[in-house]
């Protein structure tokens, strides 16, 4: 079966860094997104990778090994605002996307 | 503001009723897609439109009946629902099906089945 495993939740400082990581297993691989999803709100978009490395955007950077099936979203500068649910996705060989249970993240003063 | 409304934003229906959600969306999209979201669980896809055209229909129960009169608006029809079907619905549009990458969701419909 296809299967992406995040961490349910994770607190950090404001002001630090923190990561969240993402391994999947999927039929095939095209493409792997971020989205955002503060409580009560819309998913938004973060970031989409397609080959291994770092994409940078921001605060915000993702990063991609195809070889390992791992991801992380790495957030920088944490701000309250960051506090909310982070989703990620695979695009599969039939290019559906497989959604992991999402990384609740909560900022501390 | 995403582009993509949905209406009402809650909704609470005794399992013998009927009620319906909507969606619209702004953005000259031509696919539409109904989600499932449930606490600590992936997301679901139910449904999946593409120009006006029912494309996926991921094993849904019956009591769930989606209809596209248009590419902008996208509906779900509702009758003798369960309480396991208590979640957020999420309406989410994209330029097309074929390349399913950047998907814009609405805020959702929150459902609580009494």
């Known amino acids: 079966g296809q299967n992406i495993d995040q961490p349910t939740e994770m607190t950090a400082t404001e002001g630090a860094i923190v990561q969240i990581n993402c391994t999947y297993q999927t039929s095939g691989f095209n493409g792997l997104f971020w989205y955002q999803q503060h409580a009560g709100e819309a998913p938004t978009f973060l970031s989409y990778n397609v080959l291994d490395g770092l994409e940078e955007k921001g605060r915000f950077s993702s990063f991609l090994s195809r070889s390992k099936g791992y991801s992380y979203l790495l957030l920088k500068e944490l701000q309250m605002k960051d506090s909310a649910s982070y989703l990620c996705?695979?695009?599969?060989?039939?290019?559906?996307?497989?959604w992991g249970a999402g990384t609740k993240l909560i900022i501390k003063p | 503001e995403t582009g993509v409304t949905q209406t009402p934003r809650h909704l609470v229906m005794g399992m013998t009723n009927k009620k319906s959600l909507k969606c619209e969306q702004h953005?000259?999209?031509?696919?539409m897609y109904w989600y499932k979201q449930s606490a600590k669980k992936p997301l679901e896809l139910m449904f999946v439109y593409n120009f006006k055209e029912q494309t996926e229909n991921n094993s849904v129960p019956s009591r769930f009946s989606p209809e596209c009169p248009n590419s902008s608006h996208l509906f779900l029809h509702l009758h003798t629902l369960q309480p396991e079907d208590s979640a957020l619905y999420l309406c989410?549009?994209?330029?097309?099906?074929?390349?399913?990458?950047?998907?814009?969701f609405g805020e959702g419909s929150r459902l609580t089945v009494l």
């Open positions: 996705a695979v695009r599969d060989s039939n290019y559906q996307l497989i």
């Open positions: 989410a549009s994209s330029p097309g099906t074929g390349d399913t990458g950047e998907l814009f």
């Open positions: 953005l000259g999209h031509n696919a």
